[in-house]
């Protein structure tokens, strides 16, 4: 056990030496602001990301387990009232085998769900509005939906089943869709911020080519020199993805409430209700600042090694 | 040797020195004196020909050997070469805080030096506030306190008066006595004449040797 404590605090003792003293003047001082900017912008796609997939997740488990049975207003091959012929519908739906309840909506139910594109005129007597039954299915059923379909077009003429894969289908391709684009968006932010590094590791090397060559000559190792660029490269950094993943998330989640104080009520707020971010994407964001540093701190790292290695 | 695609600066020398031998490297301005150095303490190596360190072909030598090999070289540079952002101290404890010493006893060791060279009073001094005389001191504490085996030094009395320049030939002769390689290029012939050690002497690109006695 102290064989391991020993090691750490050699580590941690080698890690606080700064022989090299990079003075303030040429210091990367514009570091953290890159790395900020850089880990702003990816915070933001990646929040994006994340809280669609979640929004993409609630509506593939909100719906995976219902139908929607739709019976016409009119039918032409079929007169009877609409009572009887949804009497008819639900008839066939209870000896269906895999289906826990079916349930019809009340009229008001309708007319509200068609108030935000209709308006008053929803409401109207003479409006023929179509009898919808919900239907919810026994959790892990699967039903065969176009012969139900045909058992209840036999029943009662002019009726449809809504599995709603058609419109969750387009859905969620377009909401994975924006989740890689997100993550395409954190790689490229992720290679232009080792880029970056490279570069001022490249103008600190300039600047100290005096000292470092100095230090080669004494005898010191190039992990040891490395070692002093990576470790302000790790302060800097760190320094500038936190400030970034702040400002990227008070950036998202006053896009978030904006685009939800404007979002008409019904659908489309019902669409995205639920939490913009949860725990696991926390975890992935501190993750983003963290894979941030760490990658600014082995790119400083590999670039002061890659140069000692041109000494003899 | 040359530099890059430029004309040879050495050509046609064969040295051994023996261990715990003191050479002085004597020749004219621009006779290849600091070049010679640069191939002993390992800056450079030779455009063709072989160069062994401490019994180590330099050119065949893995790269990861050569770090331990310069720690065994003690170098004083013409232009000293300090860090301007550390004290004196610092400076000179430098070689000590790279092999890994212990900082307590480091700092006991280092001040006591520097009391020797007369900068005791100097302890936290930053190089930009001190004298040539000074700094070439710090040198010459920071090139001996790791008591190397071999002991470069390019001209190192060029900047301080005699009787501090006999002072610290007296340190490099207790260095040698003690067994370490002492190669100093200087242009002093005064000195060369009092210690009477061999002298190597450049010429055109080549190097004789001349044994001398002590005046």
């Known amino acids: 056990m102290s064989g391991v404590g020993d090691r750490l605090a050699s580590v941690a003792r080698a890690w606080s030496r700064d022989d090299l003293a990079l003075a303030p003047d040429d210091r990367p001082v514009f570091l953290p602001w890159i790395v900020a900017i850089m880990t702003f912008l990816a915070a933001l796609a990646l929040a994006a990301a994340l809280s669609l997939a979640g929004a993409a997740g609630r509506w593939t488990a909100g719906l995976t387990g219902s139908v929607t049975v739709e019976i016409a207003a009119e039918a032409a091959a079929d007169p009877r009232p609409p009572q009887q012929r949804l009497d008819a519908v639900l008839a066939v739906l209870r000896d269906t085998p895999g289906i826990a309840a079916a349930a019809p909506l009340a009229h008001a139910d309708i007319v509200a769900m068609l108030e935000p594109w209709l308006g008053k005129a929803a409401g109207a007597s003479d409006l023929p509005l179509p009898q919808l039954v919900d239907v919810t299915l026994e959790p892990g059923a699967a039903l065969d939906i176009p012969a139900l379909a045909q058992r209840l077009e036999a029943a009662a003429a002019g009726t449809a089943v809504d599995d709603h894969r058609r419109w969750l289908g387009g859905l969620l391709r377009l909401a994975r869709l924006a989740v890689a684009l997100g993550l395409v968006i954190v790689v490229l932010v992720g290679c232009a911020a080792s880029g970056t590094v490279v570069f001022a590791t490249r103008a600190g090397l300039a600047a100290h080519h005096d000292a470092i060559e100095l230090l080669h000559l004494m005898g010191a190792r190039d992990a040891y020199i490395a070692r002093q660029f990576a470790r302000l490269v790790l302060w800097r950094s760190a320094a500038g993805a936190l400030g970034g993943l702040v400002a990227g998330l008070a950036a998202f989640y006053g896009l978030a409430g904006a685009a939800e104080a404007n979002l008409a009520p019904g659908a489309g707020a019902a669409a995205l209700s639920g939490p913009w971010l949860g725990t696991g994407d926390f975890l992935l964001l501190a993750l983003l600042v963290i894979a941030t540093i760490a990658v600014a701190t082995l790119t400083a790292w590999w670039t002061v090694m890659r140069a000692l290695r041109n000494m003899i | ?215």
């Open chain 2, 1 to 215: 040797m040359r530099y890059g695609l430029g004309p040879e600066v050495l050509r046609d020398i064969s040295l051994a020195l023996a261990p715990g031998s003191f050479h002085f490297l004597t020749g004219a301005s621009g006779a290849g004196k600091s070049s010679l150095l640069r191939l002993m303490y390992l800056a450079q190596l030779p455009s063709r020909g072989r160069l062994t360190v401490f019994g180590r072909n330099v050119a065949t030598a893995p790269r990861g050997e050569l770090p331990a090999l310069r720690r065994r070289i003690g170098v004083v540079f013409q232009d000293f070469r300090l860090l301007d952002h550390l004290s004196a101290l610092d400076n000179v404890a430098l070689p000590l805080r790279l092999a890994g010493a212990d900082e307590m006893q480091l700092r006991a060791h280092v001040v006591e030096l520097l009391t020797w060279v007369g900068l005791g009073d100097h302890l936290n001094a930053r190089p930009l506030t001190m004298s040539g005389g000074q700094k070439q001191r710090v040198a010459i504490a920071r090139a001996v306190i790791s008591r190397p085996r071999l002991l470069l030094a390019d001209e190192p009395t060029g900047n301080v008066d005699d009787q501090i320049a006999l002072r610290l030939l007296y340190l490099f002769e207790e260095l040698y006595k003690m067994g370490t390689t002492v190669v100093i290029a200087t242009h002093n012939a005064g000195l060369v004449q009092r210690f009477g050690h061999p002298e190597l002497r450049l010429e055109d690109g080549t190097l004789n040797l001349i044994e001398r006695q002590a005046a």
